[in-house]
């Protein structure tokens, strides 16, 4: 996936979470971005966002 399509996608799901009143962290967008680059595992990707909301208290 070239960047500007995988900017475009980011963008287009941001806007699609944003319209049901949330918010997607900065730190949301670095995982995604990183999966959808291949630089982690999904595996990878599910262990930091558990942890992340076990930090967070979510």
Request: hydrophobic share 40%.
């Amino acid at each position: 996936m070239s960047n500007s399509a995988l900017q475009r996608a980011m963008d287009n799901a941001e806007a699609s979470v944003n319209m049901e009143g949330l918010e997607v962290s900065d730190y949301s967008k670095e995982l995604c971005r990183k999966l959808m680059r291949k630089e982690i595992t999904f595996d990878e990707y599910l262990k930091r966002v558990v942890a992340g909301a076990v930090t967070n208290g979510v």
